[in-house]
T-cell receptor, first 114, second 115 residues
Framework: AQKITQTQPGMFVQEKEAVTLDCTYDTSDQSYGLFWYKQPSSGEMIFLIYQGSYDEQNATEGRYSLNFQKARKSTNLVISASQLGDSAMYFCAMREGGGFKTIFGAGTRLFVKA | DAMVIQNPRYQVTQFGKPVTLSCSQTLNHNVMYWYQQKSSQAPKLLFHYYDKDFNNEADTPDNFQSRRPNTSFCFLDIRSPGLGDAAMYLC??????????????FGPGTRLTVL
């Protein structure tokens, strides 16, 4: 069965520093996709970055990058040069190839300090 | 801009009074989803439409129903809202290509309050 684990309920980071949010997953499928979403207090789920299970390179998208370690089943999100606007809840999610159901982790609330 | 739109953003209803939430999309995606997200929790999938095919999650209460009259619109009907149904309701879409794992794009959500 699919499972997503985010073990950090809350994280603090100083503005302009980098921060890593952890995520591990479990699946028996060979084909799957991993996603990170940002949810500010307004409630909207904003798609940040995607990593496919067959992708050999770590995904990057602006200040966001993934440290994808397939053998360890982890996909940690790195946010570089944190900004005050990065303060939000961050969800790691997974969907098995061709499937419809996306499983979300419990989320990590990030606080960026000025 | 192509997007997912949800109306209203905030909805207040009374205990037991039926309520309908709406979602529309300009992305022309063939899959639409409804999620329920309670405070400080992860979103939970209620059901999805693949084109006109409706797929209910096994643990979605019968109190929740959905309609998709066309590609662009999808509605969530709560027949008799209880206090426990107060939550954020998120609509999402994805293109769902065969065998691929496509990104879901979410609307801004409707925050439902039940009095």
């Amino acid at each position: 069965a699919q499972k997503i684990t985010q073990t950090q309920p809350g994280m603090f980071v100083q503005e302009k520093e980098a921060v890593t949010l952890d995520c591990t997953y479990d699946t028996s499928d060979q084909s799957y996709g991993l996603f990170w979403y940002k949810q500010p207090s307004s409630g909207e789920m904003i798609f940040l970055i995607y990593q496919g299970s067959y992708d050999e390179q770590n995904a990057t998208e602006g200040r966001y990058s993934l440290n994808f370690q397939k053998a360890r089943k982890s996909t940690n999100l790195v946010i570089s040069a944190s900004q005050l606007g990065d303060s939000a809840m961050y969800f790691c999610a997974m969907r098995e190839g061709g499937g419809f159901k996306t499983i979300f982790g419990a989320g990590t609330r990030l606080f960026v300090k000025a | 801009d192509a997007m997912v739109i949800q109306n209203p953003r905030y909805q207040v209803t009374q205990f037991g009074k039926p309520v309908t939430l709406s979602c529309s999309q300009t992305l022309n995606h063939n899959v639409m989803y409804w999620y329920q997200q309670k405070s400080s929790q992860a979103p939970k999938l209620l059901f999805h439409y693949y084109d006109k095919d409706f797929n209910n999650e096994a643990d979605t209460p019968d109190n929740f129903q959905s309609r998709r009259p066309n590609t662009s619109f999808c509605f969530l009907d709560i027949r008799s809202p209880g206090l426990g149904d107060a939550a954020m309701y998120l609509c999402a879409t994805s293109p769902q290509r065969e065998g691929a794992t496509d990104t879901q794009y979410f609307g801004p959500g409707t925050r439902l309050t039940v009095l």
